[in-house]
């Protein structure tokens, strides 16, 4: 079955230290997302990618990063600079192919990621 | 810019109530509006949409009619089981935006037997 897979389901950091959230896609997506979900503020847009070694900031990128170097995988990376990491973090793709409006955000099941 | 507003939660119905879960938008140009759906412990996925005026969508039940004369686009149930039980998402889809999406700040249902 075709779909978004995200690891691990359950993420735990130290102070200090950088840790790699991994979206996997196999539906031919080009275009790609994270986003954060925090109780009561909806999504939030960290970074997208719309093609293969291209990536845009998204509306909360600081103490983040990303890689695009295939079209598969879009890993998260939450940064020691990120001073409030704890969120659920949610990976989502999204078909290019004809009228925008018509293709749909298809979503992995997330990544909760705890501070120790 | 564009925004979503949604009805706050969380609502709570009994089984076979009727729902209704307020969406109301503004944007320039001319916006698709979507619902998605977000069971416990999942990401979300895609309920319904509509990409022009006068739309209907459709799906499990639900529906949602784009109304551009009051910015609209309110998800309603004619009877809720405790399966639809979820938190429930508005978005807007905007050309100019570069295919971001914006999304309200979700609402959560819990339907009881």
């Known amino acids: 079955d075709g779909g978004i897979t995200q690891s691990p389901k359950y993420l735990f950091r130290k102070e200090g230290q950088n840790v790699t959230l991994s979206c996997e896609q196999n539906?031919?997506?080009?275009?790609m997302y994270w986003y954060r979900q925090d109780p009561g503020q909806g999504l939030r847009l960290i970074y997208y990618s719309q093609i293969v070694n291209d990536f845009q900031k998204g509306d909360i990128a600081e103490g983040y990063s990303v890689s695009r170097e295939k079209k598969e995988s879009f890993p998260l990376t939450v940064t020691s600079a990120q001073k409030n990491p704890t969120a659920f973090y949610l990976c989502?793709?999204?078909?290019?192919?004809?009228?925008?409006?018509?293709?749909?955000?298809?979503f992995g099941d997330g990544t909760r990621l705890s501070i120790l | 810019g564009d925004s979503v507003t949604q009805m706050e939660g969380p609502v709570t119905l009994s089984e076979e109530a009727f729902l209704t879960i307020n969406c109301t938008y503004t944007a320039t140009g001319y916006p698709s509006l979507f619902w998605y759906v977000q069971y416990p412990g999942e990401g979300l996925q895609l309920l319904l949409k509509a990409t022009k005026a006068d739309d209907k969508g459709s799906n499990k039940g639900f529906e949602a009619t784009y109304r551009k004369e009051t910015t609209s686009f309110h998800l309603e149930k004619g009877s809720v089981q405790v399966s639809d039980s979820a938190v429930y998402f508005c978005a807007l889809g905007n050309p100019g935006n570069n295919r971001k999406l914006i999304w309200g700040l979700g609402t959560s249902l819990a339907v009881n037997p």
């Open positions: 539906l031919n997506h080009d275009a």
């Open positions: 989502a793709s999204e078909s290019r192919e004809g009228a925008w409006s018509n293709q749909p955000q298809h």
